[in-house]
C-alpha cells in the first residue's frame, strides 16, 4: 500500500470519485489516502496529481510517550513512560501472570503467537 494526499481539494474530489468507482478506497486521517500500485496506474492515466507520503516506521521502546487518564476517583494523572509495543507487553504480562487461571480452566492457557 501506498499513501498519497491530493494537492487541491478539486483533485481530491476527482481522485476520490474515480478510486471509488473502480475499487476500494481507504481514507486514512485527514485528507490522506491509502492505494495501490494499480490505483496510482488509474490515476497517472487520467492525470491526476497526487504526492506520495512516506508511510512511517514503527518505533520501538525508545520513544517516549505522555499518559493522562481519570482514576476511579475522577483524579485526573499524567506521566511519561518509555513504548514498550503490544508485542512485547503481551510477552512481558504473558510471564508475569503464568498459566495458572487463564484460559478455558485447564493446562493450556495463553499462547503467544510468532509475527
Known amino acids: 500500500m501506498i499513501r498519497i494526499r491530493f494537492p487541491t481539494d478539486r483533485d481530491r474530489i476527482q ?14 486521517q485527514g485528507q490522506v489516502f491509502e ?6 496506474d488509474l490515476l497517472d492515466a487520467r492525470q491526476i496529481p497526487y504526492v506520495v507520503l512516506p508511510i512511517p516506521e514503527p518505533t520501538g521502546s525508545d520513544q517516549e510517550v505522555f499518559v493522562r487518564y481519570k482514576n476511579r476517583y475522577n483524579r485526573t494523572r499524567e506521566y511519561k513512560t518509555r513504548y514498550e509495543g503490544v508485542i512485547p507487553w503481551l510477552q512481558r504480562r504473558h510471564g508475569e501472570v503464568g498459566m495458572e487461571g487463564i484460559g478455558r480452566g485447564d493446562d493450556q492457557g495463553i499462547e503467544l503467537a510468532r509475527l
Open 35 to 40: 492505494v495501490s500500485n494499480q490505483q496510482l
Open 15 to 28: 481522485g476520490n470519485y474515480l478510486l471509488a468507482t473502480t475499487g476500494v478506497v481507504r481514507r486514512l
